[in-house]
Every structure is written in C-alpha cells, then in structure tokens.
C-alpha cells in the first residue's frame, strides 16, 4: 500500500527509519515495515476497569484480521475509566482519556485504530479521540454481560442495586438479603446489562456509523464477537486503503441517527453530553436543541431496565439494534455512512423482530414519544434535559416547593432527618454537581428520596441538579442544569422554600421569582463554600478549562481536530 503515513517512520535508510524499524522488530520480519499498514488498537482492558477485563482476548481476535488482510496490528493500551471503581468520577477522567489517546495516537507511526472500549467512558473517549486524530477508526464494543440472577428473578446491573437498596432503606427488605443478592448480580465478562450508559453508546457508536454492523449489543461472552472483532480486523485495513477517516463517517446524518437510536432505545441521558463533545471534535453543529427536535417524536420500542423489563441479552436474541432500526428506517438518514462505506439502512433490510415482547413494532410502541425532553426556564437559561420515559407520567406537570441542597455531602447529611422539612409534593434541588462544581459532574441526579417518604409508600419525586444521573437509574429527574449552579446563573441563587414549576409538555422549567427577584440574591454561601477549587494537577487544568454539559462538558481548548501530522523528529 503506498501514500501510508507510517512511511514518514519507516520508509527509506535514512538513520531514523533505521531506529524505527530496529527497536521495532522483535520477530517483525522485513516485510512488516514495507508498505504494510500499521493498526493500533486502542485498547482499554485492565483489571480496574472490570467491564472491559476481556477486551484483551477481543484484541487477539482483531490482530487475527489485520493480519489476515494485510496489515500489522500493534496493541495500544490507553488510559482505561472503570465507572464503579474510579473516585471521585469517571466523568472527570473522560476528557483527559480522549487527550491521552488522541496524543498518542498522533505520536506514534500508525496509519489506522480499531478502538476497543465497553464501560461508560471508554467509547465516548475513545471516539473523541480518534475524531481529533482524523486517521480511519472502527470501534468494537465490548458487549454486555450475560443475565444474572437472584432467587429465580433476572437482576438488571445497576438498576437493581438502586431498586434493591431503596427497598432496605424503606424496611421491607432486609441488610442480610441485599448483601446475598450482591454475588448474582455480575455474572459473566462485559459492561452492564441493563440500557445504561456503556449499552448505550455500544448502541449509538453502531448508528453513528462507526462499527461493523450488527456488532453492537452482541454479550461480552458471545463467541459471535469475537468473530466480529476478527472481521473488524480486517474492515480497518481496508478503511486505510480507502482513506475512510471519521471526518467522512462522522457527519450530521450520523448524529440524526444517533439521537434516533437514542430514543427508540429508551438510552442513558449520559448519551448527550458524550454526543455533543464527539461532535464538537468534528465541527458538526450538533446542539441540545437537536435531540429534542430529532427525538421526541420517536417511539420507544425497546422494553429495557431501567424504563422497562428486559436485559441487553434479550435484545440481541429479540433480533438486535438492527430489529430496532429496521422499525423506525424511515426516520433515519438514508445518506449516513458507516465505515464499511456503505449507508447504515443498507444493513437493516433483512432484519426481524423474534420477541415483540422485547422490541415492540412501530405500531405497538411501549410510548409513542420516547425522546429526551429539552427544558429551558429561569432556573436552566442554557438548557436541561429529562427523559420523560424514566419519570413517572403524573409528575411530568409539576409544581411545588423546593428543598435545596449545597453538596451532595449537604443531601447525605440531611436527607435521613426525620424533621427535614419535606413533603411528597416537594421538589428536590441538588446542586454543586456540575462539571466544574464537583468537579467532574458526578452520576448524583437519582438523588434517594427521605426514608419518612419511602415508608409512606412515596416512589418518586421531581429532583433537579446540575449534574449527571447513571444510564442504569430512573425517576422524575431533571439533569445537567446549564449554567450548573458553580458557573453562576440562576441555579445558584434559589431558597428552600421557593416554589418551582416543571412542566415536561411545554418544556419549562421556572421558579417563581422575577429576574429582579433573582438578580438581587447573593450566590449561596454554603455552596460557593463547597464548590471544589483544586490548586494543581489534571483538576486544576479541568476546573479551569471544562465547558458546560449543555455543549458535552468538553475542555474549550480540545473542541476540534488537530489532525494526525506530526512533522519534527527527536534523533
Ligand atoms: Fe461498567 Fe456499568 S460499571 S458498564
């Protein structure tokens, strides 16, 4: 293959291609260097990201591919995000995982990337990064885990650690109990089984375009995937021959059909700060307004925890993301490409529906509107989003008083009180929990309601924050507030006491107080006091640099593409 941008490495006797190719060797005959192209796989298997552990026998499947077609596979690992493990968020890392892949992926003498990631952030990362490379990229998802069970009843990953720990905080089930049913509830490699997060964005990098197709949603310890991986292997060789790079994969029909996808699904609202910071890598003008002008009109057909029953390996037997796409072919871009070349509905003819009680047809839908709901109001001049399929119907209209909290640590230690000042008509204000707040805009949304309020049998309440809530929880929950409550704006100035007003239909958010009302207060105390100003470090750079979430919460300065030339040498 010729015109490859590893031959700027290893081309010609000059000196420095001599090094190159000598520490390169190690069993790496002649031909290896001799216009072959060279495949990173961007990997993100570690043991402290234990949703992605397996991702390293998926890479020897991928290797099998490259070589098989020609080119030289090369494992990179790249800074890896376990959701549950890594403190005080995942989200805090994700921008600094895209710069540190980006960055390498530009040092070093590859001409194309196969990107291996699962949990919450390692897609999304993984994806911001190689748009700002711009060299061919394919991404395999890691899949989910297999269905565990409890006691005879399948239990959704996440989901039902916040069903099951609301339960022991309302008394009707007890410590011992939980803490059994904690062994069933990871049964097998791969990410988390319910529409979280990672099954989202597995979902949405396939419509966005950038798997093969049909390898979305396949189980983590499906055989099916690694067979994929191997034919992936192969596709990226092809993508370098052809200079198919994400700056011509990744255009505005691809996010239309993301934000499609997203809805159909039932997906994580986490979707659209990833979705925004993927597309302001690429110069698409995606913006908020977008996914509520794309997606509220598209019915929800995948019957999933945490909005419904199923699991992810239901999906795949129900027939798949395919299935799903197949029902709503006429909302999607007909022009979006994926990285086979070839427009994402040419994949989607022969696909069936095997379970209606799974994935229900366009005509039988589990809600006919089923995207996320934009809001804007006094109290969310910039935007915030709810996703009306996870809230309870008769809270959708909503208007009572609030009960505000500074900090998350503020909620921990006031929500047990039994004399705290709430009702079941109150609205619950968490804020402090925006990117630069915490930092890092932390999974904190899905606030747990008053134990006084569980026993009277209450299981919802409207909460609003400008942070995140996990893929996997549910609820009357209005997120990611813009401006966050840190960066100034209304959020920072409202009482416990004042009276606010959701109303999802009109897509209004509002407290009730004048502009003069609201201009006149102080930011509160308590939370400017607990706002986090980190003196050094990746923080330090994050707090001072991070956007909003209502533009995906990326640093202003990694908005874009630097492309993959690197022109100086240092032998
Ligand atoms: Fe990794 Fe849920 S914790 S996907």
């Not at 650690?161 to 059994?180: I, K, N, P, Q, Y």
């Not at 008769?394 to 705290?420: K, M, N, T, Y």
């Not at 209004?508 to 609201?518: A, K």
Request: charged content about 20%; proline content about 7%; overall charge negative.
């Amino acid at each position: 293959m010729t015109g490859l941008r590893s031959a700027a490495w290893y081309a010609g006797h000059r000196r420095d291609a001599y090094i190159h190719r000598a520490w390169m060797r190690r069993g790496l005959p002649d031909s290896a260097f001799a216009g072959r192209p060279q495949i990173a796989i961007a990997n993100t298997a570690s043991d402290l990201t234990p949703c992605n552990s397996h991702l390293d026998e998926v890479a020897e499947h991928v290797k099998r591919g490259v070589w098989e077609a020609g080119g030289v596979p090369l494992n990179l690992p790249v800074v890896s995000l376990g959701e549950t493990q890594v403190r005080p968020t995942a989200m805090l890392w994700r921008n600094m995982a895209a710069m540190a892949t980006e960055e390498m992926l530009r040092a070093n003498p590859v001409d194309g990337v196969v990107l291996l990631g699962g949990c919450d952030k390692t897609i999304p990362s993984l994806l911001m990064a190689a748009a700002s490379v711009d060299l061919p990229a394919v991404v395999v998802p890691g899949g989910p885990m297999l269905t565990g069970t409890f006691r005879g009843v399948p239990l959704g990953c996440g989901t039902d650690v916040w069903r099951l720990s609301e339960e022991v905080r309302a008394g009707t089930l007890s410590e011992r109990d939980f803490h059994e049913s904690e062994s069933s509830m990871i049964r097998s490699r791969g990410h988390c089984n319910t529409m979280g997060t990672a099954s989202t964005i597995g979902l949405l990098a396939e419509a966005l375009g950038t798997t093969l197709p049909g390898t979305a949603g396949i189980p983590a310890a499906d055989s099916r995937l690694l067979a994929r991986a191997h034919e992936t292997g192969r596709l990226v060789v092809e993508m370098v021959a052809a200079d198919r790079r994400p700056s011509r994969v990744l255009t505005a029909g691809s996010f239309h059909n993301a934000i499609v996808t997203l809805a159909a699904i039932g997906g994580s609202t986490n979707a659209v700060v990833h979705l925004l910071a993927i597309a302001g890598r690429l110069g698409v003008p995606l913006t908020l307004a977008d996914f509520d002008r794309i997606g509220a009109d598209v019915p929800l057909l995948v019957d999933l925890q945490p909005a419904g029953r199923h699991l992810m390996e239901d999906l795949h037997r129900a027939g798949g993301l395919a299935a799903v796409l197949h029902e709503v072919i006429d909302l999607l871009d007909p022009d979006a490409l994926t990285v086979t070349g070839q427009p994402l509905v040419e994949f989607l003819g022969d696909a069936r529906i095997w379970d209606p009680d799974v994935i229900r047809t366009r005509d039988a839908p589990l809600q006919p509107h089923a995207g996320i709901a934009v809001l804007h109001g006094n109290l969310a001049p910039n935007g915030a989003i709810i996703k009306p399929a996870a809230a309870s119907p008769e809270l959708l209209r909503h208007r009572g008083r609030a009960v505000v909290f500074d900090s998350i640590e503020d909620f921990r230690a006031r929500i047990d009180d039994p004399d705290l000042d709430v009702d079941a008509d109150s609205v619950l204000v968490l804020r402090g929990c925006g990117p630069k707040g915490y930092p890092g805009m932390p999974e904190v949304a899905n606030l747990p309601l008053p134990p006084k309020l569980l026993r009277q049998g209450v299981r919802d309440m409207v909460r609003i924050c400008d942070g995140r809530m996990s893929g996997t929880a549910y609820g009357t929950v209005v997120l990611h507030v813009a401006p966050e409550a840190a960066a100034g704006g209304p959020f920072d100035r409202i009482r416990t006491g004042d009276v606010i007003t959701l109303d999802v239909p009109r897509r209004t958010i509002d407290v009730d107080l004048s502009p003069d009302e609201l201009a006149a207060r102080p930011p509160s105390p308590a939370m400017l006091a607990a706002v986090a100003r980190p003196s050094r470090g990746w923080e330090r750079l994050y707090v001072d640099t991070v956007m909003g979430a209502d533009t995906g919460a990326d640093l202003d300065f990694l908005v874009g593409a630097s492309g993959h030339e690197v022109s100086r040498e240092s032998h």
